[in-house]
């Protein structure tokens, strides 16, 4: 197990390394430089590569096309990098960057390792239900695809269940994890769960990585605030050091030529201001876009007289040690502390910093800061740090550890039956509760479908035996169901999935929309550079960005397709903020799409916002038209349900809701997340925006009043896009509202259509958008915690008396911090119990046809000896399997092609195609009768059908199918392997 761990901890600094200078290249406008996204792009990127070459034929995929496209995804990234920058792409520049941010680079890895080894020795636990076995739930099909592409030497990969078809489903996710299996050689069961632990790892340093980012610009817009003078902002030498380094990775060499020289020479008047010399900068010819503090430092640069001949560095490190002059300005009340050392240097905007620079003053005659000023900027630096710290830990803890609050409800009442509650039931129950009550009434009884109809709650200890899988299950809406007791349609309450990330990793199910979490995160700070970068990008001459950026949100159809729209939203939706808040910057051209009639009538910024919508929608198609063009949409399939033009295709889609979820269901789900935001967002509302969020209270009262609470989601949510618009110059900011603003629109969306699919309801359209709001808004409520405990701690210190205002500030994020410990009794009772309980058995999971030392034989001989793209008969059972028999457990374990698997599943996959939809029946028949039938001519007629290279004879079909039909199989094909449990026959031609 321990060589496990070590091993893919060295694959995934490998790819680490692999995606670093992309990720410079890509993300170079953030404070660490794309650090903490590496690996997740270096991943992504190396996968991308390889899937592409095997679905032209051009290669076999195996570990030796893995390890070649991740050579020539570093290579060509190095050549990018120095094509676009290439001061950052020397040996130099990358030590001295690491010199200066060692601290969070061994925080990163750090933070990394301890993810990856927590959840590795979780998987390894055996306790009840839950353990390293890849059986169970939707388990078996995540490792049917899993090693089904492992063994896919062309692409599309073939479908295990279904063979003679390719995989109809959104496998690149298990693409990548398989990909990383392979270079690691790891055993199938322990790639499986070491996949788990590294999806986790990823994500968790994916989040760490965006909220340092967000704390460290945040801190460096308001140090600006705090203190107007350059002396102030550059008295400490470090962080000079810091915004070079940072310089270093947005700047080309050009343009730190043409730097360099105007250093040299500097003019005997004052500096320009920085609109005036930007003009300058384009007239030498710097074509790239200059950050606004490392205008400051030109501008202080040529304030201070410097001798002919010195370097720029010099110049910078000069000015540093001027004095500190005393600050006159007043604070806003959202500004905070002077930030740490190791931040990037703000510029002021109205370029007059270098007024205060004592202008020909010798060295010698500048006045120290007293030691008391020294010892306090060390203290906020020291202390700055550690709060960064702290909130990469907690909100880490928040997305990834924590659960809702229906475990904590669990405990109070006795009893899991309360997710099926409605508002009024719960009240009562948790009163009741709390004042002793032994037995609950419920004010009147609960229909519902599951637990059937109640009226009482009787109180068990849910500490001792809590049950864990009801909390995935908060939401529960009233629909039409059949009742076996009456035999008839009844309404009653039915629920819809409401997972959370821990429940996935302790359940152990590698489904799509876990595998797309640590990819989220790569939208998201896609999303973040693009408000933090000095220009709105100009995407059509960009053509590595477009790319990169094409890539990223493209493979998120091939990864999980619910996901793509919700981060596309959000790409889109911050390109129309920069635009809006940028638009007489000079990036953009005004002759884009011009010439089109009706394009003609926007602005000349709008219709560069539109040239790179269109670009990057077109991008993110083409980047993946291999796969669209293999691939069947699962939906789509039914009747409409408006039978008119557009509209009817548009509702063979779409279905309307008709029950809204509960206040209470969502803010079980959410309501640790809400408090901070919600909490940022009043603090920082003005005018317009402060009214619409004083109208989302009224509409919640109004909403629960009619059912329909949630409308109360509008005003706020236009409330968060107002103040993020009002706030662009902050992009921490600017970022975390607008992502209230997104999941906002996500979750009242979810109350008015659901994606009709085999379900025909919305359980899975609330599964699949609420997984995506709870990492979007866990991470921008990590940092909106933070902000708001900057902003109470700057108004104690500006204002102490009123105590009130700092306490009101403060309400949000003690709720907040309440609430999450409330929901880490789910991981206590989860995982505290697996390791202190439970046992603990390797990562080396079985599925029950390896249950018994000869099964395991089987499994291994048919790994070692049968093609990959050979098909293997096995029995078909019930989907899920929830007698633990094996139905699919071959196919499963070894990615070998069965003739049918899980009847149902294939279902969902081929919804969208009736004449494949119409063959799962037959198929499930015709395996049936070719194990049972005595008749040797129709049993050889049915295996040419299908093309079966072997047949596959244990437990499972015994206990399936009968004797006598399974005494024929001499004389279908020849004994290959046998064991006194299993024996598996070629199939004569």
Not at 82 to 91: D, F, G, K, L, N
Not at 197 to 205: G, N, V
Not at 479 to 489: D, H, L, S, V
Not at 613 to 636: K, N
Request: glycine content about 8%; proline content about 6%.
């Amino acid at each position: 197990m321990l060589t496990a761990i070590i091993t893919y901890w060295l694959a995934a600094l490998a790819f680490g390394i692999v995606g670093m200078p992309t990720a410079r290249l890509l993300f170079g406008a953030l404070p660490d430089c794309g650090y903490a996204f590496a690996r997740i792009i270096g991943l992504l990127l190396t996968g991308y590569v390889a899937w592409l070459v095997a679905m032209f034929g051009l290669a076999p995929f195996g570990a030796p096309l893995i390890v070649v496209a991740a050579l020539a995804v570093c290579i060509s990234g190095v050549l990018a990098l120095r094509q676009t920058s290439p001061a950052v792409a020397s040996p130099a520049a990358a030590v001295r960057w690491v010199r200066l941010n060692w601290g969070v680079i061994v925080f990163y890895e750090a933070l990394f390792a301890a993810a990856l080894v927590f959840l590795a020795l979780l998987r390894a636990q055996e306790y009840g239900f839950v353990g390293p076995h890849p059986w169970g739930t939707e388990r078996p099909m995540d490792y049917a695809f899993f090693n089904a592409i492992r063994v896919s030497a062309v692409f599309p990969p073939h479908d295990p269940w279904m063979s003679g078809y390719s995989i109809n489903y959104y496998y690149f996710g298990y693409l990548l994890m398989a990909a990383v299996s392979l270079v690691t050689g790891a055993h199938p069961a322990v790639g499986y769960n070491m996949s788990l632990a590294l999806i986790f790892a990823l994500t968790a340093l994916g989040i760490a990585g965006l909220i340092h980012n967000l704390v460290r610009l945040a801190t460096a817009v308001t140090s600006h605030n705090a203190s107007p003078s350059l002396s102030t902002a550059a008295a400490n030498t470090d962080r000079v050091d810091a915004a070079v380094s940072h310089a270093d990775c947005t700047v080309s060499l050009r343009g730190l030529m043409v730097f360099e020289k105007l250093f040299r020479y500097p003019p005997a008047r004052p500096a320009p201001e920085v609109a005036g010399y930007g003009r300058e900068a384009r007239l030498r010819g710097l074509d790239r876009a200059i950050p606004n503090y490392f205008l400051k430092l030109h501008q202080a640069a040529l304030a201070y007289p410097i001798s002919r001949g010195r370097t720029v560095l010099w110049g910078v490190r000069r000015i540093a040690g001027v004095a500190q002059q005393p600050m006159t300005a007043q604070k806003e009340p959202a500004d905070l502390p002077v930030p740490s050392s190791a931040l990037p240097l703000p510029a002021s905007p109205d370029g007059a910093a270098a007024s205060s620079v004592s202008d020909g003053a010798p060295e010698s005659e500048t006045t120290p800061p007293p030691d008391g000023a020294q010892n306090t900027q060390s203290h906020t630096r020291r202390r700055g740090v550690w709060q960064g710290w702290i909130a990469m830990l907690l909100t880490v803890i928040a997305v990834l550890l924590a659960g809702n609050q229906a475990g904590t409800l669990q405990i109070i009442v006795g009893d899991e039956r309360i997710v099926a509650l409605d508002g009024v039931q719960l009240a009562s129950a948790v009163v009741q509760a709390l004042s002793g009550a032994e037995t609950i009434t419920l004010p009147y009884p609960a229909r519902t479908g599951d637990f059937k109809e109640f009226a009482t709650l009787s109180r068990e200890d849910r500490i001792a035996d809590f049950n864990w899988w009801w909390p995935s299950r908060v939401v529960w809406d009233e629909r039409p169901g059949w009742n076996p007791e009456t035999q008839q349609i009844e309404v009653s309450r039915h629920y819809a999935i409401t997972e959370f990330p821990f429940f996935s990793f302790w359940l152990g199910d590698m489904h799509p929309h876990v595998m797309a979490l640590p990819f989220g995160v790569l939208a998201l700070t896609l999303a973040l550079n693009l408000l933090v970068r000095a220009a709105t990008p100009r995407l059509w001459r960009n053509r590595a960005e477009l790319l990169l950026s094409g890539v990223i949100l493209g493979s998120l159809y091939m990864i999980n397709s619910w996901d793509l729209p919700t981060y596309l939203l959000l790409f889109l939706g911050t390109l129309a903020l920069k635009t809006a808040t940028q638009p007489d910057t000079v990036i953009l051209s005004g002759r884009a799409l011009s010439g089109i009639p009706l394009l003609d009538r926007f602005a000349p910024h709008w219709r560069g916002y539109l040239a790179n919508a269109l670009l990057i929608i077109a991008t993110s198609v083409i980047l993946i038209a291999p796969f669209l063009l293999t691939f069947t949409s699962l939906i789509g399939g039914r009747a409409p349900l408006i039978d008119l033009p557009l509209i009817g295709g548009l509702t063979r889609i779409l279905g309307f809701v008709t029950s809204k979820t509960g206040l209470h269901s969502f803010l079980i789900i959410f309501g640790v997340f809400l408090a901070p935001l919600i909490g940022l967002a009043a603090a920082l509302a003005r005018g317009t925006a402060r009214a619409l969020l004083i109208a989302s209270g009224v509409v919640v009262v109004i909403g629960a009043l009619i059912g329909f609470p949630l409308a109360a989601l509008l005003p706020l949510g236009l409330a968060a896009a107002l103040i993020a618009a009002q706030r662009a110059d902050h992009p921490a900011d600017a970022f975390a509202l607008a992502a209230l603003t997104l999941g906002s629109a996500i979750c009242l969306g979810v109350e008015l259509v659901y994606i009709r699919d085999v379900f025909e309801n919305r359980m899975n359209t609330v599964f699949k958008f609420y997984y995506q709001t709870w990492l979007i808004w866990g991470i921008a409520a990590g940092y909106a915690a933070w902000r708001l405990a900057q902003i109470a701690g700057t108004l104690w210190q500006a204002q102490p008396r009123r105590g009130g205002i700092v306490a009101v500030k403060l309400a949000a994020l003690v709720v907040a911090l309440m609430l999450l410990a409330s929901g880490l009794t789910y991981p206590w009772l989860t995982a505290g119990k697996a390791f202190a309980e439970g046992r603990h058995v390797g990562l080396e999971g079985r599925t029950p046809r390896e249950r018994t030392p000869e099964g395991a034989e089987a499994i291994a001989w048919v790994r070692a000896n049968i093609p990959g793209d050979a098909v293997i008969l096995e029995a078909v059972g019930p989907s899920y399997d929830t007698a633990g028999i094996g139905y699919g457990g071959v196919s499963s374990s070894t990615g070998r092609a069965t003739v049918m698997g899980w009847e149902g599943h294939q279902q969902q996959w081929r919804g969208g195609d009736p004449q494949l939809l119409a063959q799962i029946a037959p198929r499930a028949a015709d395996v049936a009768t070719i194990y049972s039938t005595t008749d040797v001519a129709q049993a050889r007629a049915l295996l040419a059908t299908y093309d079966v290279d072997y047949i596959y004879v244990g437990e499972a079909e015994r206990q399936t199918y009968p004797a006598e039909g399974l005494a024929k199989l001499p004389a279908l094909g020849d004994v290959v392997f046998q064991n006194s449990e299993v024996t598996i026959y070629s199939v004569r031609p």
